[in-house]
């Protein structure tokens, strides 16, 4: 029952913005951990930004991969259970299939096995 939907993607140019949501259903995701993937054709699949916070708790911990540090934004909105990803000065490398992931535990940001719901991902293409 639990589904994740990614929107959001599409054709940008280089320099250019675009904000990624994720929509979870079947339950909601008070803590634990919260991510986004990328993959693209050839390379393994990488984890950009990740999201983490204990039950209870108004503190969340981001972590971000070095090659979109400064450019990216993970944002968690609580109310409506939704996970967004904010991308800025947008380059030719950032294209991907880009994936929403969450899981019920704490672990690793950036390691695939952590996440137990995965959406279809969401097409980012950024020409030069």
């Known amino acids: 029952q639990v589904q994740l939907v990614e929107s959001g993607g599409g054709l940008v140019q280089a320099g250019g913005s675009l904000r990624l949501s994720c929509a979870a259903s079947?339950?909601?995701?008070?803590?634990?951990?919260m991510a986004w993937f990328r993959q693209a054709p050839g390379r393994k699949r990488e984890c950009v930004a990740g999201?983490?916070?204990?039950?209870?708790?108004?503190?969340?911990?981001?972590d971000y991969t070095d090659s979109v540090k400064g450019r990216f934004t993970i944002i968690v909105e609580d109310n409506k259970n939704t996970l967004y990803l904010h991308m800025n000065d947008l380059k030719p490398e950032d294209t991907a299939v880009y994936y929403c992931?969450?899981?019920?535990?704490?672990?690793?940001?950036?390691?695939?096995?952590?996440?137990?719901?995965w959406g279809q991902g969401t097409q980012v293409t950024v020409s030069s």
């Open positions: 079947g339950r909601t995701f008070s803590s634990g951990t």
């Open positions: 999201v983490t916070r204990r039950s209870g708790g108004n503190t969340y911990y981001d």
């Open positions: 992931a969450a899981a019920d535990i704490i672990g690793l940001w950036n390691y695939p096995g952590t996440y137990a719901y």
